[in-house]
């Protein structure tokens, strides 16, 4: 679309796209409809996309078509394979989405949807799409190398050991939040988990079909897979309502924990065709379907937003998480907006597939707004809740009590209106005993998911059946997230200890295997056993942990890219990766320095070590703990915490320093100094098959 | 227009659509596409026997789930 046609047609997109904007952030005190901000968000990614995109695309790589890709000049047909690009683009976005962004704007949304919607829309073209693009065409430039590999080529070996290093500690506390999103919704509901413990044999029949029934066939295995999960969420009520099938089937948080360890374990140990492929592929199938039908919901629903657009908890006392606006709400929200896994995907994955450079602004920037598109539906699901509902689920035990009356109470006096009727209606409406204290984000997302899909396929008690398909499709991708994320940790465990022991590289062997299987999933289980048993709810001590970790990783990736632009002498365009770099160091590191020295007790790890030790050495006891030996647990807990945040941030300040010196010596050479492969040019027979 | 033939790939559209679906559902789970690793194989390695497509699917499930694969994002 050139020319003039097209030029005005871009103009009324962007106006189309301030104008829904101005009265999402202007207008107040009456309750707005979702579409304002789902067309703010598609106007302004389009025109980010057709302008910024293109223009880092243009001017900072100079991307030329005729430049052969890894994925043409190492084509085996197996690893490296140029793919059509909307194929692509669908591979890149399901492995990229997960359960961040759909529960960082659910956690976010205690403030009001407005300051996480903009940041959503803001990070998104601004710092977390330049990331994934950049990535992409760095890596795709260097024979579709790993992020790792890539700092240590373009930084020296020391930063590439310390982003690696960095990454494994990231994905022990990834698993262990993720594992506690799942144990939070699953805890004392029959329902939700007969329907998890269903998908076991469901997953072991389809593997054992595609293995040795009809091997390799994915479909129809895979219809006859949903079917039966549906039949189990279907199903599931009569179970969780039976005398004696729903009390065999509940379950308290420390008792899933037990179990999520064990079946971490086993599920990691097991061969991949049993449990993990199957399970893998139910859930991919599930997770982009139910994407879709929430982005179909949401346009024929319309619904209303009722969270206020601020609300009185942007001073950072909130009940969710504690923290302020700066930089709490940034370090929330993680994924959606910018994201640091995704440098993992673009980097090594992604680049084998890329079948010529032109493809990768839609590939890279364009997944990237995608992934945001996908944290606005969930902000959206979040705040046409009813706010005392919203905060009655999200707020601990310790600060709303636990019967509906009490809660109703304390959250109408924080000024969210609800009474106990509505509290137990809801509860009842969703099939569950109780809608209290369920933090995680989880169950919330899955009570406005419910809410859109009822409104759109109404039916007396579809809601329940709704409620426990959300919880369901969270479930089922969070726990395919820990079977794979345990097994690569165990591999990468095993490299680790490899340098000392060389026998434990053996990956074949039982005894290496079994020894790094425990060993990774005994570090999460450590942190999800601590988030579970936390008296302020598990999700205020870990989720910042997760987000600091994701986003310091995003700012090494950003990082890397900045070194490589001055390396390529363009040093004028530099502004374009430093401004996200600066803003997520300061964030991280702030976010860091708060989370570690805070006096508060409710934010800082190390306040609240002193407050527990100062009650032991008194004996004293602080609610909800019942003895000493929990307290001084819990006390040991923040101090690693505190441990592992400055562990966060000497990670990424050292990679700061080195990134300084590689850039001055950038600077220094009159040449470019960046290690691009030679370009070798297409064929034009290859240029015709592919673009 | 009139008495114009219609291109030969008019009414393919959507089957082209639907392999696209399917080649895109399949690179999801870690398979790509079987046709194209043989065509490959036919055109670059004539020497070499193309697996068969069970052989491939297990091929490709070990490489995703074992070693470095399987990386998932949050």
Redesign the interface.
Same mark, same amino acid.
């Given at each position: 679309m050139n020319g003039a046609a097209g030029k005005i047609l871009w103009a009324l997109i962007a106006l189309l796209g301030a104008f829904c904007l101005g009265t999402v952030a202007l207008r107040r005190g009456e309750p707005i409809n979702a579409l304002w901000i789902v067309i703010a968000a598609v106007s302004i990614y389009l025109v980010a996309y057709r302008y910024y995109g293109m223009f880092i695309a243009r001017r900072v790589f100079e991307l030329d078509p005729t430049r052969a890709t890894p994925a043409v000049l190492r084509n085996d047909g197996l690893d490296f394979v140029p793919t059509n690009k909307h194929v692509l683009f669908g591979h890149h976005f399901a492995a990229i989405a997960g359960a961040g962004p759909l529960v960082g704007p659910v956690l976010a949304a205690q403030m009001g949807y407005l300051p996480g919607t903009l940041w959503l829309i803001a990070g998104v073209v601004l710092a977390g799409a330049v990331q994934d693009f950049m990535v992409l065409v760095i890596s795709s430039r260097r024979d579709a190398r790993s992020i790792g590999d890539l700092v240590r080529e373009e930084m020296g070996r020391i930063p590439g050991t310390v982003a690696l290093f960095g990454a494994f500690l990231i994905m022990i506390i990834i698993l262990a939040v993720l594992a506690m999103i799942v144990v939070k919704a699953l805890a004392e509901s029959p329902w939700g988990m007969f329907t998890v413990i269903a998908t076991i044999p469901i997953a072991i029949l389809m593997g054992v079909y595609m293995r040795y029934i009809r091997p390799g066939r994915i479909a129809e295995i895979s219809v006859v897979g949903i079917l039966l999960l549906v039949a189990a969420i279907w199903f599931g009520g009569d179970i969780a309502a039976h005398p004696t099938w729903g009390p065999a089937f509940t379950f308290t948080g420390t008792q899933i924990t037990w179990m999520l360890i064990g079946y971490g374990f086993v599920a990691a140990v097991l061969p991949v065709w049993l449990l993990l492929a199957p399970r893998d592929y139910l859930s991919t199938f599930l997770k982009i379907g139910t994407i879709v039908g929430l982005a179909i919901g949401i346009l024929i629903v319309m619904p209303e937003l009722k969270m206020p657009a601020l609300t009185q908890f942007t001073d950072g006392t909130g009940p969710v998480w504690k923290g302020s606006l700066f930089p709490f709400l940034f370090i929330t929200i993680a994924c959606g907006a910018v994201s640091g896994f995704h440098a993992l995907i673009s980097s090594g994955t992604t680049p084998k597939l890329l079948a010529n450079e032109a493809h990768a602004p839609y590939i890279g920037y364009g997944g990237m707004l995608m992934e945001s598109f996908v944290a606005i539906m969930a902000m959206v699901a979040a705040s046409i809740i009813d706010p005392g509902v919203y905060f009655a689920m999200n707020s601990p035990a310790a600060l709303i009590g636990t019967d509906p009356a009490t809660a109703a109470r304390v959250v109408s006096e924080w000024g969210f209106v609800v009474t106990p009727e509505v509290l137990t209606a809801t509860a009842a409406d969703i099939g569950e005993h109780s809608i209290l204290s369920r933090a995680g984000g989880a169950p919330t997302l899955a009570v406005g998911i419910a809410q859109i899909f009822h409104a759109v396929l109404p039916g007396e008690g579809m809601m329940a059946f709704w409620y426990h398909f959300a919880i369901l499709f969270e479930a089922l991708f969070i726990l395919t997230a820990v079977d794979a994320g345990t097994r690569a940790g165990r591999f990468m465990l095993q490299d680790l200890l490899g340098n000392f022991v060389p026998a434990m590289r053996k990956t074949e062997a039982w005894g290496p295997n079994l020894l790094a299987t425990a060993g990774c999933v005994a570090l999460w289980g450590y942190f999800l056993y601590q988030g579970v048993t936390d008296p302020l709810g598990g999700i205020n001590m870990l989720w910042p942990l997760f987000g600091i970790a994701n986003q310091m990783l995003a700012g090494i990736a950003l990082m890397l890219c900045t070194v490589v632009i001055f390396k390529m002498k363009k040093d004028r365009y530099a502004w374009v990766s430093i401004i996200p770099t600066v803003w997520l160091l300061v964030c991280t590191t702030y976010a860091g320095w708060i989370k570690i020295f805070d006096p508060d007790p409710g934010v800082g790890f190390l306040a609240q070590a002193n407050r527990y030790r100062a009650a032991i050495a008194q004996g004293q006891l602080i609610a909800p703990s019942a003895d000493l030996r929990g307290m001084s647990q819990i006390m040991f807990n923040n101090y690693v915490n505190a441990g592992l945040t400055a562990l966060f941030l000497l990670v990424v300040l050292s990679v700061l320093v080195y990134s300084i010196g590689a850039i001055r010596r950038a600077r220094a050479s009159a040449v470019r100094t960046d290690r691009e492969t030679p370009y070798v040019a297409l064929t034009a027979e290859q240029m015709q098959r592919y673009l | 227009m009139a008495g114009q033939l219609v291109p030969l790939d008019h009414f393919a559209t959507h089957k082209v659509l639907w392999r696209?679906l399917? &080649?895109?559902?399949?690179?999801?789970?870690g398979?790509?596409?079987y046709d194209?690793?043989?065509?490959?194989?036919l055109e670059?390695h004539p020497d070499r026997e193309p697996m068969d497509?069970?052989t491939?699917?297990?091929?490709? &499930?070990?490489?995703?789930?074992?070693?470095?694969?399987?990386?998932?994002?949050?």
């Open positions: - | 696209r399917v &080649q895109t559902a399949r690179l999801c789970c398979v790509p596409d194209n690793y043989v065509r490959h194989m670059c497509y069970p491939f699917f297990r091929e490709r &499930q070990e490489a995703r789930y074992g070693g470095r694969g399987g990386f998932r994002c949050c």
